[in-house]
């Protein structure tokens, strides 16, 4: 049976693949479109397979809100570039999957990738995406909040997402809250949070910088005291100067509003992934062939 276009037109409609991948199933299986959009995800899972072992540390920290604000789930997704992290195709994926992490409510991605997203699992919805796009994607990791109280949730450029819970503010506090946590990278609430392991790690530290002084016993207690001070106040949520205004620490800044921070969340896109170096000049000519 010859292959018109109007069949790759509709196979494509139907699948979203390209057309060369459209004519091709179209010719294999002889213009039959059901065995042909077979033939497409098997072959999309081939091609996933093949690329699952490629480094994804770019991608999209997707963000879902409950409407009620109470509830909220941030989901990590990667790809290898970031040129396909600004893709329409990725992000409509990248969000789809927030929102059904939101409706799933838990952090279990096994059962996340076995939702549905349209008339296909979100695992068939990857598969299909890694073979229409040509890169890895996986997604990577999920975390949520709920509260009682009123929630913060801001996602910077895609990249960086926090989710603060807040009880006994508001909700443009909320916000300028997650986005402090955005900027500042705190590790923990107050000082009380900090574990004895990393207080004692960091008083060795200071202690051995301390000694090499070369002043009385008392004095280097002194400074050791000091500087751990310090130290805290910069990992610390409540010991940081608030990002909007240096002068008002955020533990002061709260205390002003009679608010008390819970808890929060930041996921920060590619963290902990070994990178793989390539200028912009090498990834250009990847998408070019279709890598």
């Not at 509709?10 to 059901?34: F, H, P, Q, S, W």
């Not at 093949?50 to 879902?64: M, N, Q």
């Not at 992000?91 to 939101?102: E, K, P, Q, V």
């Amino acid at each position: 049976m010859a292959v018109t276009a109007a069949m790759v037109k509709d196979l494509r409609d139907r699948t979203g693949a390209g057309m060369m991948e459209c004519k091709n199933a179209l010719v294999a299986t002889a213009g039959d479109i059901e065995a042909a959009i077979d033939h497409l995800r098997k072959s999309g899972l081939a091609q996933a397979d093949k690329k699952a072992t490629r480094v994804a540390a770019e991608g999209k920290i997707a963000l879902a809100v409950s409407g009620d604000n109470r509830r909220a789930v941030m989901v990590e997704v990667n790809c290898e570039t970031d040129f396909v992290a600004k893709d329409e195709n990725f992000i409509s994926f990248a969000n789809a999957i927030a929102d059904n992490a939101l409706k799933q409510g838990d952090g279990d991605i096994d059962a996340l990738m076995s939702s549905t997203i349209g008339d296909n699992t979100a695992e068939e919805a990857r598969q299909a995406l890694v073979a229409k796009i040509g890169e890895n994607i996986q997604v990577r990791r999920m975390v949520g909040r709920s509260t009682e109280g009123v929630l913060g949730a801001y996602v910077h450029g895609g990249k960086i997402g926090v989710l603060v819970d807040v009880e006994g503010g508001d909700e443009p506090l909320a916000r300028d809250l997650a986005m402090h946590v955005a900027a500042m990278n705190p590790k923990f609430i107050s000082a009380d949070d900090v574990p004895e392991d990393v207080v004692a790690k960091e008083k060795e530290i200071l202690a051995a910088q301390a000694e090499d002084s070369g002043k009385p016993a008392d004095i280097v207690e002194k400074m050791i005291s000091g500087r751990l001070r310090k130290h805290l106040s910069t990992i610390t949520l409540l010991g940081q100067p608030f990002v909007k205004d240096s002068d008002l620490t955020v533990e002061k800044l709260l205390s002003q509003a009679g608010a008390t921070v819970q808890g929060f969340e930041r996921l920060v896109v590619g963290e902990g992934i070994e990178k793989e170096q390539i200028n912009f000049a090498d990834e250009v000519l990847q998408q070019a062939r279709g890598r």
